[in-house]
């Protein structure tokens, strides 16, 4: 495609960031609507948590694709909502472990619930078969773009 008839709007990097953006919108508002005092980007680290209680905030960077102070202002921010509590390593004293709180625990089966239903909102009116390729070209453009 020639310089001169490229459309933003057209281009596929727009179009992904711009869903994106609406996805993540739509899944704060399920949550807000549903009284979940979270965000997507702090659902990013407690599903982790769920999975795996007790990473490291170096381990969460990594597994969120976020850089250290994105995950300390998050995590500072989930423990200021009684979600999840910072623990010195017990062998490593300049590292933390991140573990869940009670509350953060208790929240699981509801958040879990709106992300589901955020998935279904979003894949409304698709094909599931068409829903299955997209999803596997969305993977080839994360692997084309590994580094």
Same mark, same amino acid.
């Given at each position: @495609?020639?310089?001169?008839?490229? /459309? =933003?709007?057209?281009?596929? !990097? ?6 994106? /953006?609406?996805?993540? $919108?739509?899944? $704060?508002?399920n949550f807000k609507q549903n009284n979940l005092p979270v965000t997507h980007e ?6 982790? =948590?769920?999975? *795996? ?9 990594? @597994?969120?694709?976020?850089?250290? #102070?994105?995950?300390? /202002? =998050?995590?500072? $921010?989930?423990?200021?909502?009684? =979600?999840? %509590?910072?623990? #010195?390593?017990?062998v490593d004293k300049r590292t933390n472990l991140i573990f869940l709180t009670a509350? !953060?625990?208790? @929240?699981? *089966?509801? @958040?879990?619930?709106?992300?589901? $239903? %955020? ?5 409304? !009116?698709?094909? #599931? ?19």
């Amino acid at each position: @495609m020639k310089s001169t008839h490229y /459309r =933003l709007a057209e281009s596929i !990097g727009y179009k992904i960031t711009n869903s994106a /953006r609406l996805v993540m $919108n739509r899944l $704060n508002k399920n949550f807000k609507q549903n009284n979940l005092p979270v965000t997507h980007e702090q659902w990013a680290i407690m599903i982790r =948590l769920w999975e *795996e209680d007790g990473l490291t905030q170096n381990k969460l960077a990594t @597994m969120t694709n976020k850089d250290s #102070p994105s995950i300390s /202002r =998050l995590v500072n $921010n989930l423990i200021k909502n009684d =979600l999840v %509590t910072r623990i #010195p390593h017990p062998v490593d004293k300049r590292t933390n472990l991140i573990f869940l709180t009670a509350n !953060g625990k208790k @929240m699981q *089966e509801a @958040m879990i619930e709106q992300a589901q $239903n %955020t998935v279904e909102q979003i894949s409304e !009116g698709i094909d #599931p078969k068409e829903l299955e390729i997209f999803l596997k070209v969305l993977e080839q453009i994360d692997e084309n773009l590994k580094d």
